[in-house]
């Protein structure tokens, strides 16, 4: 009935299947177990400012906020200026003549999420334009209204609500 390629042939099948079925389980299991959520803190935001989005919220202005990155355990400071934003300096909504000001939109890369203030890529770009020799422009102010967990909706809904055009 059945002769050794057969029963040889079976058993290499069924081998497969199983290695193929333990390495299955085995990312599926790491894939829910891999995944990192860093919770918002609820004492660092404000919620529902006057906006039509159900999960509008800016940071607490005039704050420092500690975060932990999770695969490195590093501790890192967000400097959240007067009008909430993850920067170092205050900005005045009215932009004075001479200035040239760019303004950056988005989430959590933007935002600088795991990166103290002062390392993130907004605050670089501004340092570095600031050695610039420009005709008529005396000054750069690249502004942050990254926020993390926001997509374009929140950014743009941010973005008119503080009005820095």
């Known amino acids: 009935m059945w002769n050794k390629k057969d029963v040889f042939f079976l058993v290499i099948i069924m081998l497969q299947l199983i290695t193929i079925f333990y390495f299955g389980v085995k990312i599926i299991r790491n894939k829910s177990q891999g995944i990192i959520v860093t919770p918002i803190k609820k004492d660092a935001v404000v919620k529902g400012i006057s906006s039509k989005l159900k999960y509008f919220y800016i940071n607490n ?35 004075p003549t001479n200035v040239f000001r760019i303004v950056t939109l988005g989430d959590s890369f933007t935002f600088g999420q795991f990166i103290n203030t002062v390392d993130n890529w907004t605050e670089l770009i501004e340092d570095k334009l600031q050695n610039l020799i420009c005709k008529n422009i005396s000054k750069f102010e690249v502004i942050n209204l990254g926020t993390e967990d926001y997509d374009i909706q929140y950014s743009v809904e941010k973005f008119t609500d503080l009005s820095y055009l």
């Open 61 to 95: 202005p005039d704050t420092t906020i500690e975060d932990i990155v999770p695969w490195t355990k590093e501790i890192v400071k967000y400097t959240i200026n007067s009008d909430g934003l993850n920067e170092t300096t205050n900005y005045l909504v009215d932009k």
